[in-house]
């Protein structure tokens, strides 16, 4: 067996068991397995009204759609005529990580260890903007496939993280007794949701790709849905979030039109050089 087709069958295999893992920690952190349900899990520390940064209920609903895509695409990577695509070996081991980083996580959760859980998810941030930035670097429009199960899985987890890795270092610290995070008006809340703003602009400008815009913006309009509809009512933390999600899709909006606009362009291009050629084979 050569050896880029063995890399490329460990590959396959470590991503499809990792994402069955994150799957299966995911059953459990919800309490059918036997888990805290996350509300409760930690002492409540990532309860809707645990911090000034805690999105409402609803929100936690994108991981469903979040873990569906991971199933699909570590399915759809197994597939035979998948195997060697340049793709799946960009983003492959990236997509494992993630999963593996995300079921580490939740059991931090279960077992009490906040400050652990934050690190975590740091790190996981770090890996997902690595791995949505090889994505970016596709030299060629998507498959439907593609765009769906690589460009939206990895994006809208991506732009889900964003937010809940500036909710989870609200939850480490108003669980150590910081009340700056637990109470109007939040100041610290706000000036962290501008930090992870800063990052999910970054997102928008690198890619112009809705996706992660799309989650980033649902986790932080939850933030403001929460802050001004349950306790602690945070009105500065509600309007930075809403501006904040405006600015995201605003830039994301803009860029996507830039990258439509390149793309028509270099096929327009491509398009009048084949007919050229064509004609000068005529001439000949």
Known sequence: MPQTEKSDRVRRIVVALTVAGAVVAAVFGSGLL???PMPDAAGGAFAADATVLAPAGVA???W??????LVAYALWQLVPSQAAKPLHRAVGYGVAASALLNAVWLMCVQAWRIAESFVIIVILLGVLLVTFVRVCRRPRRGTIAEIVLVDGTIGLYLGWVTVAAAANLAAWLAAVGMDAWAQAPGVPGVLTLIFAGLIAVFTAWRGGRWAPAVATA?????IAVGRWSEDPAAPGVAATAVVLAAAVLVVTAWRFRARVTRAAEKVGRDGDGLQGAERGTVGQ
Request: no cysteine; net charge neutral; charged share 0%.
């Open 64 to 69: 469903s759609v979040i873990y569906l895509g």
């Open 218 to 222: 649902w986790g932080l309009v939850w």
């Open 60 to 62: 936690f609903a994108i």
């Open 34 to 36: 036997g888990g805290t």
